[in-house]
Every structure is written in structure tokens, then in C-alpha cells.
């Protein structure tokens, strides 16, 4: 249960970051409350999995999965520019978030 809901947090990390970019400094009220819900969320989240996973390995992957997830969105919206150097790069943070996985 605690990995399930430490990829959710990462999940949520990522809406909670798309969100504050989209918030444009906290002057557009929707993606402000986004942010605030999504990063409580995403926080409870990441405390509840640290009780049974190590602080090391839950902390890694939860920004793993959600600088990922973040980028990824960026490029299919066009706010970013696609690459095969990032894509490499995005799929070896993807490799060594599922590494610290099976190594648990």
C-alpha cells in the first residue's frame, strides 16, 4: 500500500508543479487552489509511505516520478522542447526510480 500511494504522491507532484507554473505567480485563482490541494495531497501522501519505506528511497522516487511526469506534460503541451537527449535521460530517471524499487 505505501508504494501505491507514494506513486500517487509523485502523481501529484507533478499536477502540483504544472499548477503553480500555471498560476502565473499566484494571480489566477484556479490553478492556485490546484497547487494548494495537490501539494497538501501529494505531501500527506509522501509522510504516509515514509512510515513503512526509508526516507532515502520514498523521497527519490516521489521526485522521480514527479519531475518525469512534469516534463513529459510540458513537451505533449509544447511548453518544451522534445529531444532524444532528454528522452534518454527522462527513461534513465524512470530506470533508477524502479531500480531503487526492486532493490527495496
Same mark, same amino acid.
Given at each position: 500500500?505505501?508504494?501505491?500511494?507514494?506513486?500517487?504522491?509523485?502523481?501529484?507532484?507533478?499536477?502540483?508543479?504544472?499548477? %503553480?507554473?500555471?498560476?502565473?505567480?499566484?494571480?489566477?485563482?484556479?490553478?492556485? $487552489?490546484?497547487?494548494? $490541494?495537490?501539494?497538501? %495531497?501529494?505531501?500527506? /501522501?509522501?509522510?504516509?509511505?515514509?512510515?513503512?519505506?526509508?526516507?532515502?528511497?520514498?523521497?527519490?522516487?516521489?521526485? /522521480?516520478?514527479?519531475?518525469?511526469?512534469?516534463?513529459?506534460?510540458?513537451?505533449?503541451?509544447?511548453?518544451?522542447?522534445?529531444? %532524444?537527449?532528454?528522452?534518454?535521460?527522462?527513461? /534513465?530517471?524512470?530506470?533508477?526510480?524502479? /531500480?531503487?524499487?526492486?532493490?527495496?
Amino acid at each position: 500500500m505505501s508504494w501505491f500511494v507514494l506513486v500517487v504522491s509523485g502523481v501529484l507532484e507533478a499536477v502540483w508543479a504544472t499548477a %503553480l507554473d500555471r498560476s502565473q505567480g499566484f494571480s489566477r485563482l484556479g490553478p492556485s $487552489v490546484l497547487f494548494v $490541494v495537490a501539494l497538501a %495531497l501529494s505531501m500527506a /501522501g509522501l509522510a504516509y509511505a515514509m512510515r513503512e519505506l526509508p526516507v532515502g528511497t520514498s523521497y527519490a522516487v516521489w521526485v /522521480g516520478i514527479g519531475a518525469v511526469l512534469t516534463v513529459v506534460y510540458a513537451m505533449v503541451t509544447g511548453a518544451e522542447s522534445v529531444s %532524444l537527449v532528454k528522452l534518454l535521460l527522462l527513461a /534513465g530517471i524512470v530506470g533508477c526510480v524502479v /531500480g531503487l524499487k526492486l532493490a527495496h
